[in-house]
C-alpha cells in the first residue's frame, strides 16, 4: 500500500486548504484511513479518521466543526478539507490507514501505512 499526500502549503489564518491523500495498492474492501499531525519535537497528533467500512468520520476536539474528512473511493482519494485555519494548525500532515475497521483511529501507532506528509503553515 502506498499513500501519497499533497495540497499542503501556506495561508493565513482564518483562510482554507484541502489536502488531498492518494491510496494505491489495496486490496481490502473495509480499511480505516486517518489524518495525522505533527510538529518538530512533539508526538504525531490523530486529527480526522474515516470508516471505509461504514462512512463515519471521527475527528479530534481541536478541529471538530473546522475540518472535514471525506473519500472518493472511486479514485481511491481521501480528503482534509481544512477551514478557519488558526496558527497552531501548523504542522506537517501524513494520512495513515490500516485494513479493517477504525478502532484505534487517533492512535497512530495502530496504523500500518503512512505517506510522506505535506507541509502545512499557517501565519
Known amino acids: 500500500v502506498q499513500l501519497v499526500e499533497s495540497g499542503g502549503g501556506s495561508v493565513q489564518a482564518g483562510g482554507s486548504l484541502r489536502l488531498s491523500c492518494a491510496a494505491s495498492g489495496y486490496t481490502d474492501s473495509a480499511y480505516c484511513m486517518g489524518w495525522f499531525r505533527q510538529e518538530p519535537g512533539k508526538e504525531r497528533e490523530g486529527v480526522a479518521a474515516i470508516d471505509r467500512g461504514d462512512g463515519e468520520t471521527y475527528y479530534s476536539a481541536s478541529v471538530k466543526g473546522r475540518f472535514a474528512i471525506s473519500e472518493d473511493s472511486n479514485k481511491n482519494m481521501v480528503y482534509l478539507t481544512m477551514n478557519m485555519l488558526k496558527p497552531e494548525d501548523t504542522a506537517m500532515y501524513f494520512c495513515?490507514?490500516?485494513?479493517?475497521?477504525?478502532?484505534?483511529?487517533?492512535?497512530?501507532?495502530?496504523?500500518?501505512?503512512w505517506g510522506q506528509g505535506t507541509q502545512v503553515t499557517v501565519s
Open positions: 495513515a490507514t490500516r485494513p479493517g475497521r477504525c478502532v484505534e483511529r487517533m492512535n497512530h501507532l495502530w496504523y500500518n501505512y
